[in-house]
């Protein structure tokens, strides 16, 4: 009779893929250097916007935020706004109440990990469509934890309930197939401290403990050696010392924006919303129609002049924007102008005034996984096909702000202050570490998305569709 699999997932949000590596080597985290010593240590790449909840897309969906239409934290939609704005589908917060709309937000012919597997089990991720209460152990008192946990700093209460209630459920007898468990704590204390603060390494240390109870609870049981064990992160993070509000940046410059929290203004000629603080996407109003803009309409909405104002600006590392052939896309910043274009099945990287993505020139592959190779060890790796997927959607915007390193692009109402930022394009934040206790799975260069095919081969399982490729 053959054995049970189980997939036990741990996403340590924020974990940063070069500060793990660092904390193994000083022996921080023995439990985690025992699962790379007898599996895999490799970075991945995460997706554009590099955010909490869209990011949770690719290893729970295998899609990308364009293709379910999440693309960031906060999103507008132009149509829908302009159609009535008594209109919940307008415009989107997930950091808040608006949170529980996720689960109905993403497609529903979209299947989650939680959907095609049987015993699902859920700690603290807000995707949590179909997952029964008793399943979704972080679910008791999580909303008071986590404002506590906000306005207080104190994160690590939030990552201690998460591994106790994981722990109940094992010493309870119960089996499971799939087993997901978010440690937010390296986030919150990266965001409000500093992503080698000694509260972020102890934080890290609360996940490397887990995994050491867990595991011997699983042996205990002899469950391990039919587990598959993943860590990973949906987004790195990089320390924030100057902040550039872009929604106040647009009403200063004589377009008057909707954002969060002030979304009721009267005759706004622009919404912008803001992801991780370093991706923000403007949404112009002060045209006729619905439609997304290009090129040529972004410079008659927002003026040739006000556009190289923005680019100017330090915090802004470039602009991209539709160009105005279909599939094709302007990545702008004050020294000049690159295009991407997509035809064919053919991405092409293109210089025009500047080489804003610093790839040394024209970059051409068939296939998004050539272009991922391609570009996997460069300062933006993976942005080609990142940038196509993201524009896919109305919802991207008319122009996407990606911010530059050091600053992001929201601040009055980031409160508590946010001394640490991610959303970007770099390869600080795109870059991931993954982590599993397997080995000779093929070393060809990942994204996030792959691990939904990776779990459900694992478990026998076909999935109808998926931008991810299995990793064996």
């Known amino acids: 009779m053959q054995s049970k699999k189980r997939v036990l997932f741990y996403l ?39 955010t909490t909840g869209p990011a949770y897309l690719p290893f729970l969906t295998g899609h990308f935020p364009g293709t379910m239409d999440i693309t960031g ?5 132009k149509k829908e706004f302009k159609r ?17 709309w996720f689960n109905t937000d993403m497609p529903a012919d979209k299947p989650t990990l939680f959907e095609l597997m049987d015993e699902s089990y859920n700690v603290y991720n807000m995707i949590t469509r179909s997952v029964p209460d ?27 309930q998460g591994h106790a209630r994981i722990m109940e459920m094992l010493n309870s007898g119960k089996d499971f197939d799939f087993l997901f468990a978010v440690f937010p704590s390296v986030d919150w204390d990266s965001h409000y401290h500093h992503i080698r603060d000694p509260r972020t390494v102890e934080a890290y240390k609360i996940a490397d403990r887990s995994l050491g109870e867990v595991r011997a609870k699983l042996e205990e049981q002899g469950k391990w050696e039919d587990t598959l064990f993943i860590m990973t992160s949906d987004h790195g993070l990089t320390p924030t010392t100057k902040h550039l509000d872009l929604a106040d940046w647009m ?50 909405a927002m003026g040739a002049e006000r556009l190289q104002l923005l680019l100017n600006e330090d915090a802004v590392d470039f602009a991209i924007y539709r160009g105005d052939e279909e599939q094709t896309f302007i990545v702008h910043n004050k020294a000049g102008k690159a295009k991407i274009s997509v035809k064919d099945n053919i991405f092409t990287y293109q210089p025009l005034t500047a080489d804003v993505l610093k790839y040394g020139g024209k970059i051409e592959a068939t296939g998004h996984r050539a272009i991922l190779k391609a570009t996997f060890d460069t300062d933006y790796p993976d942005a080609v096909f990142q940038i196509y997927q993201l524009f896919q959607s109305r919802r991207a915007g ?29 390869r600080y934040h795109i870059h991931v570490p993954m982590i599993y206790n397997q080995k000779g799975w093929n070393e060809q260069p990942m994204r996030t998305a792959d691990l939904f095919d990776s779990i459900l081969k694992w478990k026998g399982i076909t999935p109808k569709s998926s931008e991810g490729e299995p990793l064996f």
Not at 73 to 77: H, L, T, V
Not at 139 to 151: E, I, W
Not at 252 to 263: C, Q
Not at 403 to 413: E, I, K, M, N
Request: glycine fraction near 8%.
């Open 12 to 50: 340590v949000d924020g974990a940063h893929s070069e500060v793990l590596p660092e904390l193994i080597e000083q022996g921080l985290l023995p439990n985690i250097k025992r699962i790379i010593d007898e599996g895999t240590y490799r970075k991945a790449t995460t997706c554009f916007p590099s």
């Open 134 to 160: 008793e399943y979704d152990l972080g679910k008791k008192g999580k909303g008071l934890m986590y404002m506590r946990a906000h306005f207080k700093l104190r994160h690590h209460p939030v990552d201690l």
């Open 84 to 100: 009535t704005r008594f209109n919940k589908l307008a415009m989107r917060s997930y950091c808040g109440p608006e949170a529980a």
């Open 251 to 300: 009403t200063d410059h004589g377009l008057k924006s909707v954002y969060y929290p002030v979304i009721w203004k009267s005759n706004p000629k622009c919404a912008v919303m803001i992801s991780g603080n370093s991706f923000g996407s403007i949404h112009f109003l002060n045209h006729e129609g619905d439609h997304v803009l290009r090129e040529q309409g972004i410079i008659e």
């Open 398 to 426: 008319d122009i996407v702000i990606s911010a530059s390193l050091g600053h992001d692009l929201r601040d009055f109402w980031e409160y508590p202050e946010h001394k640490g930022s991610h959303g970007s394009l770099h």
């Open 73 to 77: 934290i906060r999103w507008f939609d």
